[in-house]
């Protein structure tokens, strides 16, 4: 997906899904987005890595498994390890927000994390 404009309705949607993330970590979401890409595989997404976002890889493998979201920055050993696996990363937010954009259902996510 290449640069893209959000409609306010689905940023604001975005918002309300995660109340409690702060204004940077939804900044972080939208500047990922052109980095999405759809996998093959229904339930798979990869985000390119992005050094100015902080990541160590150039691919990171987001997952959406029984109602859950799952990224690969979560099961690699790191630094940030324990902290990414209890807060939800922001590649994961980017493939929620690039779904959110595409119009394919969301509620699902609901209280998943
Ligand atoms: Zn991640």
């Not at 900044?27 to 890595?49: H, Q, S, T």
């Not at 493939?95 to 994390?113: D, P, Q």
Request: net charge positive; hydrophobic share 35%; aromatic share 10%.
């Amino acid at each position: 997906m290449s640069r893209v404009d959000i409609p306010p309705k689905i940023l604001q949607k975005f918002r309300e899904m995660f109340p409690n993330k702060s204004t940077s970590w939804i900044r972080r979401c939208i500047a990922r987005l052109p980095d999405v890409v759809e996998g093959k595989v229904r339930g798979v997404w990869f985000v390119r890595g992005n050094a100015k976002l902080g990541d160590a890889y150039s691919q990171y493998i987001v997952k959406y498994i029984a109602g859950k979201y799952m990224c690969s920055c979560m099961e690699r050993e790191r630094p940030y390890h324990s902290r990414r696996r209890k807060e939800l990363c922001t590649h994961v937010g980017a493939v929620i927000l690039y779904r959110l954009l595409k119009g394919e259902i969301i509620c699902e996510t609901g209280a998943s994390y």
